[in-house]
């Protein structure tokens, strides 16, 4: 790999000034997240002294803004975002897996060109559309089984739909990298299609199937509006499916707008919570990508 | 190496510093007069923004932009500068002393079900129950066996102030089933869900109803929900329908804020369904 | 030999189960898009297209929040083109042997790629919208959304720039050509392929977004007159209809197949582009 | 072993890759106006040298030279050396041939007008270079067509073209017939002798036969001691006729190396 030595090359004017142009541009750049997550972070400070931080914990309710008996309890918030984020993996994960299988393993002359081309478009159809479409066709179906069906099973749906395309593309991938030579050894011993996915294929991409659910978890735990639509929004610990909840992205998006004082740095600090959610499943994915390029 | 990066990274921030300086000197000179921004209750956003209208067909080259989001929102925007005018459902509460008020209009609140639903009223006792879960079947209301879908502003809204202090509520005890922002979502999860039920503006709802929405308003006990008795004060749970500013208004917002509390527009409130304030 | 049988009726199972699945995503997919389409085809004109709504959206078409759209992309691509191509140009180019402070611009950029959208709209509210007094503003939104896509644009343009072979870098060189000529004249032309998915890719993404435009560009229907005026995109117009518009859906749906329609060209787009200079149009 | 007019003077080079020596105690005259073979089996050092003549070592990014190399009075190490004007004098050509993506026209005018040169001497100069290499004929109405579309042999021309149009006192060329058919082989072979006129030419080669038949001024390349050297150096037919050394004459005839 060629690469241009930083000190000995570069007698010209020229490209002295594009180098520094650049590298501050890149100062710039990288410094983006040090904003944003700083910023964050310094809002979300005064919380420490403003309350009693183990009351995220021990609260049960959220009423940050009620004059008189304001609790902060993040607990029901918290545990909303895992459960939709689980039960969406519950069904997508072993969905989409199948799915990748069928296009590497299982290929057909006239589907599998429409499974390709319909995950592609499901990648990008923005949330709002799922969430539209929760809102809009699913909500009232589950009312009709139990109301008020604003509800975890709705939002786990969408959520689903969502990542699926994700775990789908990235599963793929992964079964395609296998080397031809490991199928074609594999034939020639006589072992079956299904024995070379079970026995071979699926352990060896693990590190790739695995950062592909990892990405689609991240992106679930993340998603605000498609839940907003569909979760009913009522802060508790839904006891069933069909009870409605309330996700710590959706709580920042529904509040932020007239938060004022304790309220709002309990906001940001919603918000670095959620940060912290993500980092160390980024770490996680990364870590698997190493395996996978390595093994 | 590593020095001069660093040395970049803090001449960098120190560039944005001033960039960010720059923004608070230039934004001065932005708001130009000719622009207001008003935010705030969804309730009453939809007659600001006809005002809007009227007032800018009489002045033009003024722009005057509209955005709901809640009385609360309103008065965080007008004290962080981003909204010249806020719009407020409710009197200012009293840590809000420090900010103006000026009424509008007058509003009711009243509750609202699916026109599927044979209810015509209910008493104060009757929400109650409902709110608070006591109730939480049609049937005791000798309707159709189903589970009343409780429909729950968010924290924030002027709305629910009003209701819970009119019923004498604790926000936490209330055990909502679906919670909701704008008046308009209230009225739009009601029409959706025909075993809903929740409490919005009556002029909302009135306006929704002659749309077309399928929506029936509750009398209160035995006072039907309209302009004249929200008017006379017979019908119970009434608020102003407030603009808010930071200081005493002056320049184009006082302009607005005088021909909104003018009868050049009652016939606008009117038309909203609200009540106009006559002296 | 005996298991042969068994294992085979094994396989023929799994493959009914799998291809189901996809048969299942495929009728998922139908399932959402079906209302969309067909209230996105009956209805949609030009009409739609160019008038202003009315009735909070119900009736009239979507003109105004097309424009804001189009300029808050145009504010977003404004910022992260330049600043995304230049970091990936430094990265690629001029990092030299400093794997330290490479790797550690890439983790900030990694870092900054998963931080969820409803993270920038409250940090674009409050920086933008408030500490700088931009208001809410296409400019908030634009700038907001810029952040956002700015890790995409820098990975996608860096593997664009790395893919260019070394041969060029060495050959301009021999024939003493500065870096700032090589870089301007050979080695982004040959990576334009990679840049104009970069902007290609950015678009999709930021035309998707909500989250992060509620709270920053506002919700204001009016024909936007500078990038100081809020606008509504149409992400945001089809929450709203959705959310607090009763009798909105048609229009929610019909402003949803515009959305989905211009993902699906810019898409399309994407790969005719990149087919077009890869097969050598460059003189 | 010195020959009468030397335009370039290597004393005592050394090239290292980290840890690893390329070249080590090499030590090089290379004549005026002749074509300077360098033979010697893979991974010797032969690029690497050829490199180093017109500092293109500097792109690598832990490569140190060190020793000294006289362009007629001029020391190319040195840090003052003005190395834009070192590449404009010293011109190179790669085993594989590096159009750039773009039109025929704009890969020899790209390098003239980084130069300097006004824009009509440009074209002047480009149409003369491509004319030299005979190419012209070729491409003379396609000159806005990309350069990729060309031939493997035409590239390869169009390269030289590339190099030749900046006028050159010095053309390294790499194996340049390597990559190319017999027939396009011959075309760039013959060109190469033809250049020899007008500048002084040094060539690195795997064909002895090639060699045979253009250089006039030869050097070995050896592993000595883990790293490349030269071994033996001199005219040509001189060196294929009677070479000193055991291992050159066993490479030479072909039983070695």
């Known amino acids: 790999m060629i690469l241009w030595s930083s000190n000995r090359l570069s007698p010209s004017r020229t490209d002295m000034l594009l180098r520094r142009s650049l590298g501050l541009l890149t100062c710039l750049a990288a410094s983006v997240v040090v904003f944003v997550i700083g910023f964050v972070l310094v809002e979300s400070l005064p919380a420490f002294s403003e309350i009693e931080l183990s009351r995220i914990i021990s609260d049960d309710t959220w009423h940050p803004a009620d004059p008189d008996n304001a609790t902060f309890g993040l607990i029901p918030m918290l545990v909303g975002s895992f459960l939709v984020t689980f039960c969406a993996l519950l069904w997508a994960a072993p969905l989409g897996i199948s799915i990748a299988i069928a296009n590497e393993f299982y290929p057909s002359r006239f589907m599998s060109p429409i499974v390709r081309r319909t995950t592609e478009i499901m990648a990008g159809i923005p949330s709002i559309v799922f969430g539209f479409w929760g809102l809009t066709t699913l909500v009232p179906l589950i009312a009709n089984i139990q109301a008020p069906g604003q509800s975890l099973l709705a939002g786990s749906i969408v959520l689903g739909m969502m990542i699926l395309p994700?775990?789908?593309?990235?599963?793929?991938?992964?079964?395609?990298?296998?080397?031809?030579?490991?199928?074609?050894?594999?034939?020639?011993?006589?072992?079956?299609?299904?024995?070379?996915?079970w026995h071979v294929a699926l352990p060896t991409c693990r590190g790739g199937i695995l950062s592909g659910v990892v990405l689609g978890l991240a992106r679930a735990i993340g998603e605000t509006m498609a839940v907003l639509m569909v979760s009913g929004n009522i802060v508790q610990i839904p006891g069933s499916l069909f009870d409605p909840f309330r996700t710590i992205t959706t709580n920042i998006a529904l509040e932020m707008g007239y938060a004022t004082q304790t309220h709002r740095t309990l906001l940001f600090l919603t918000a670095a919570i959620l940060i912290a959610m993500v980092v160390p499943l980024m770490a996680v994915m990364q870590s698997l990508n190493t395996e996978q390029s390595h093994g | 190496m590593r020095k001069i990066i660093a040395l970049k990274f803090s001449l960098f921030l120190l560039l944005l510093l001033e960039l960010s300086g720059c923004g608070i000197s230039d934004s001065a000179e932005r708001i130009v007069p000719q622009r207001l921004i008003l935010t705030g209750s969804s309730t009453v956003a939809p007659l600001a923004a006809e005002i809007a209208v009227r007032f800018e067909g009489q002045n033009p080259g003024v722009r005057i932009d509209v955005q709901s989001g809640g009385s609360s929102r309103g008065i965080a925007d007008v004290r962080?500068?981003?909204?010249?005018?806020?719009?407020?459902?409710?009197?200012?509460?009293?840590?809000?002393?420090?900010?103006?008020?000026?009424?509008?209009?007058?509003?009711?609140?009243?509750?609202i079900v699916h026109l599927d639903n044979p209810l015509i009223s209910l008493s104060d006792e009757q929400v109650k129950s409902i709110y608070l879960n006591e109730v939480s079947n049609w049937k005791e209301f000798g309707w159709e066996d189903a589970e009343i879908v409780v429909a729950h502003k968010a924290d924030g809204r002027a709305t629910l102030d009003v209701f819970v202090k009119y019923f004498k509520l604790k926000n936490p005890d209330i055990k909502a089933d679906v919670i909701v922002g704008d008046n308009q979502q209230g009225l739009k999860t009601v029409t959706g869900n025909r075993h809903a039920i929740a409490y919005v503006s009556i002029g909302t709802a009135r306006y929704e109803v002659e749309n077309g929405a399928p929506l029936k308003l509750l009398h209160s006990g035995k006072i039907a929900p309209t302009p004249s008795t929200v008017a006379s004060g017979a019908f119970p749970m009434t608020r102003p329908l407030n603009l808010v500013t930071k200081e005493p208004p002056t320049g184009l917002a006082k302009q607005f804020i005088e021909f909104a509390m003018s009868a050049e527009v009652h016939d606008l409130v009117e038309q909203q369904s609200f009540v106009p304030i006559k002296n | 030999m005996a298991k042969r049988p068994l294992s085979e009726k094994l396989d023929q199972l799994v493959g009914l189960l799998v291809r189901s699945s996809s048969a299942l995503m495929v009728g998922m997919f139908l399932v959402v898009t079906a209302a969309i389409l067909r209230n996105g085809l009956s209805g949609l004109s030009m009409e739609f297209l160019t008038t202003i709504p009315q009735d909070s959206g119900r009736g009239g078409g979507i003109g105004p929040l097309i424009v804001s759209t189009v300029l808050v992309l145009g504010i977003c691509l404004l910022v992260s083109i330049p600043l995304g191509v230049g970091t990936a140009a430094w990265l690629s180019e001029f990092s030299g042997s400093r794997q330290v402070v490479t790797k550690s611009i890439q983790l900030s950029l990694d870092l900054l790629a998963s931080i969820p959208s409803i993270v920038f709209g409250l940090f674009g509210m409050v920086v933008f919208c408030q500490k700088l007094n931009f208001g809410f503003s296409i400019l908030s939104g634009g700038l907001t959304l810029a952040c956002m896509v700015l890790p995409i644009i820098i990975r996608t343009v860096y593997?664009?720039?790395?893919?260019?072979?070394?041969?060029?870098?060495?050959?301009?060189?021999?024939?003493?050509?500065?870096?700032?000529?090589?870089l301007r004249s050979l080695i982004i032309p040959t990576a334009m392929p990679a840049i104009v998915v970069?902007?290609?890719?950015?678009?999709?993404?930021?035309?998707?977004?909500?989250?992060?435009?509620?709270?920053?560009?506002?919700?204001?229907?009016?024909?936007?007159?500078?990038?100081?005026?809020?606008?509504?995109v149409l992400s945001v117009h089809i929450y709203d209809l959705a959310m607090n518009v009763p009798g909105g859906e048609t229009n929610a749906q019909r402003t949803a197949f515009v959305l989905l329609t211009s993902l699906l060209v810019i898409n399309l787009c994407a790969s005719q582009f990149s087919g077009r200079w890869l097969t050598g149009r460059r003189a | 072993m010195t020959c009468d007019s030397p335009i370039i003077r290597v004393n005592q080079l050394e090239v290292t890759y980290g840890e690893q020596v390329a070249l080590r105690d090499l030590t090089l005259e290379i004549p005026q106006r002749q074509i300077t073979a360098l033979v010697g089996p893979s991974g010797c050092g032969k690029s690497t040298f050829l490199n180093t003549l017109n500092r293109l070592t500097d792109l690598l990014p832990d490569c140190k030279v060190s020793g000294s190399i006289q362009l007629n009075d001029v020391d190319i190490l040195s840090a003052e050396c003005d190395l834009y004007e070192i590449r404009r004098r010293v011109g190179m050509v790669f085993q594989k041939a590096v159009p750039f993506p773009l039109?025929?026209?704009?890969?020899?005018?790209?390098?003239?007008?980084?130069?300097?040169?006004?824009r009509s001497e440009q074209?002047?100069?480009?149409?003369?270079?491509?004319?030299?290499v005979g190419l012209w004929d070729e491409v003379k109405d396609r000159l806005k067509k990309p350069a990729m579309n060309l031939s493997g042999g035409q590239q390869q021309r169009l390269c030289i073209a590339r190099a030749l149009a900046l006028n050159p006192e010095v053309l390294l060329l790499d194996e340049p017939c390597s990559a190319l058919d017999p027939i396009a082989s011959r075309v760039v072979e013959n060109l190469i002798v033809s250049l020899r006129k007008r500048m002084t030419i040094v060539i690195v080669t795997h064909n002895l036969a090639q060699a045979k038949r253009i250089a006039n001024h030869m050097a070995i390349f050896w592993i000595r001691n883990g790293a490349g050297t030269v071994i033996e150096q001199g005219p040509a037919a001189a060196l294929f006729l009677n070479p000193r050394e055991a291992v050159a004459q066993e490479y030479l005839s072909g039983t070695c190396g």
Do not use: W
């Open chain 1, 166 to 197: 994700t775990i789908v593309l990235t599963t793929e991938q992964a079964l395609h990298s296998l080397p031809n030579e490991l199928a074609i050894a594999a034939a020639a011993t006589g072992v079956g299609r299904f024995a070379f996915l």
């Open chain 2, 80 to 111: 962080s500068g981003v909204a010249d005018i806020g719009m407020a459902s409710r009197p200012l509460a009293d840590d809000e002393q420090d900010l103006f008020s000026d009424q509008i209009a007058t509003d009711g609140i009243c509750m």
């Open chain 3, 159 to 182: 593997f664009g720039l790395r893919a260019v072979p070394g041969d060029i870098r060495q050959a301009g060189t021999a024939l003493g050509m500065s870096q700032t000529r090589i």
């Open chain 3, 198 to 232: 970069a902007i290609l890719l950015g678009i999709g993404r930021a035309m998707a977004e909500t989250a992060a435009l509620i709270f920053t560009s506002g919700y204001v229907m009016r024909m936007p007159e500078s990038v100081f005026d809020s606008g509504r």
């Open chain 4, 103 to 118: 039109s025929i026209e704009k890969n020899l005018t790209l390098p003239l007008s980084e130069h300097g040169l006004p």
């Open chain 4, 123 to 132: 074209q002047k100069l480009a149409q003369q270079a491509l004319k030299d």
